[in-house]
C-alpha cells in the first residue's frame, strides 16, 4: 500500500543508486508510530545525498487523517497489523 498518487515504489537501500532520484524529495514511511525503520531509512538516504522527508506516525496516521492509499487492497487493507495470525 502506497499514499495515493505519489508514484510510491518500494526501494532497498542497496539498490538506491539505480532508480531513486536526488532531484526530488523522497517521503519514507512505516507502517504506524511504533516502527522506526522509516527513521533509519531517512538517516541512510540523507546520508546518501538524497533529499528525504520521514511522514511521522507511518501510514496508521495518514490513514486516520483521512489521506487516500492506493495498493492492492486499498482502503480496505487492515489498519493494524496482526501478529502471529
Known amino acids: 500500500m502506497t ?3 505519489e508514484n510510491g515504489r518500494s526501494y532497498r537501500l ?8 536526488k532531484d526530488r524529495v523522497c ?3 512505516c507502517w504506524g508510530v511504533a516502527c522506526n525503520g522509516s527513521t533509519k531509512a ?3 538516504l540523507s546520508e546518501l545525498g538524497f533529499r528525504v522527508k520521514e511522514l511521522v506516525g507511518g501510514i496508521e496516521y495518514w490513514r ?3 489521506g487516500e492509499v ?5 482502503p480496505d487493507a ?8
Not at 542497496?14 to 532520484?21: C, E
Not at 492506493?70 to 486499498?74: C, I, R
Open 27 to 29: 517521503v519514507v514511511y
Open 78 to 85: 487492515p489498519m493494524y497489523w496482526r501478529m502471529g495470525g
Open 70 to 74: 492506493e495498493g492492492t487492497l486499498g
Open 14 to 21: 542497496s539498490d538506491l543508486r539505480t532508480g531513486l532520484p
Open 3 to 5: 499514499v495515493a498518487g
Open 64 to 66: 486516520k487523517e483521512g
Open 42 to 44: 531517512a538517516m541512510r
